[in-house]
Antibody
């Protein structure tokens, strides 16, 4: 059974940093891209970014709203993906989900974690 | 950047009724449109991909249609567990983008 479990959310001040983790199981993590999607309270879904597999050079891509502030990485030995968030703004407050694409190279998500809440506030 | 518009914002129906949800793209996304269902406190669930293909385990009462700029999600007969928010998502152009959602609530 595919499982994705996020952790690391919490309260952080504007300008601060936070690192989220996504622990994966039930599939060949090393062969899969991993994506992050966020959702502000009562709002819609926003794609944040993705990291591809080693076979695709661990290539990353980001939404314009987070580019230069957020970094996605992975540790295939631990079956874990990470989202490092720096220079946080109040508008980054959201539930952050990690997701697995249905197929390599597809921006289509068939498995999601339960989400972790990030609150940016002074 | 493509803009997705969903209508109506809220759809109030009774169990057993037919639900028709619309998603319109500001430019063609070919058939690269998906639908997700999200219930309160839960992660989204993939229902339909590439306009008309049901994802694994999705009941046959859910169907999708359309191509280009106009898409429809139909729930043929609403079950109590179908009352939720539905999002469309395009993957034709980068970045992938979700629509604002349609809430289906109980009349």
């Amino acid at each position: 059974e595919v499982q994705l479990v996020e952790s690391g959310g919490g309260l952080v001040q504007p300008g601060g940093s936070l690192k989220l983790s996504c622990a994966a199981s039930g599939f060949t993590f090393s062969g899969s891209a991993m994506h992050w999607v966020r959702q502000a309270s009562g709002k819609g879904l926003e794609w944040v970014g993705r990291i591809r597999s080693k076979a695709n050079s661990y290539a990353t891509a980001y939404a314009a709203s987070v580019k230069g502030r957020f970094t996605i990485s992975r540790d295939d030995s631990k079956n874990t993906a990470y989202l490092q968030m720096n220079s946080l703004k109040t508008e980054d407050t959201a539930v952050y989900y990690c997701t697995r694409p249905i197929r390599s190279g597809y921006y289509l998500f068939d498995y999601w974690g339960q989400g972790t809440l990030v609150t940016v506030s002074s | 950047e493509i803009v997705l518009t969903q209508s109506p914002a809220t759809l109030s129906l009774s169990p057993g009724e037919r639900a028709t949800l619309s998603c319109r793209a500001s430019q063609s996304v070919s058939s690269y449109l998906a639908w997700y269902q999200q219930k309160p406190g839960q992660a989204p669930r993939l229902l339909i991909y590439d306009a008309s293909n049901r994802a694994t385990g999705i009941p046959a009462r859910f169907s999708g249609s359309g191509s280009g700029t106009d898409f429809t999600l139909t729930i043929s007969s609403l079950e109590p567990e179908d009352f939720a928010v539905y999002y469309c998502q395009q993957r034709s152009n980068w970045p992938p983008l979700f629509g604002p959602g349609t809430k289906v609530d109980i009349k």
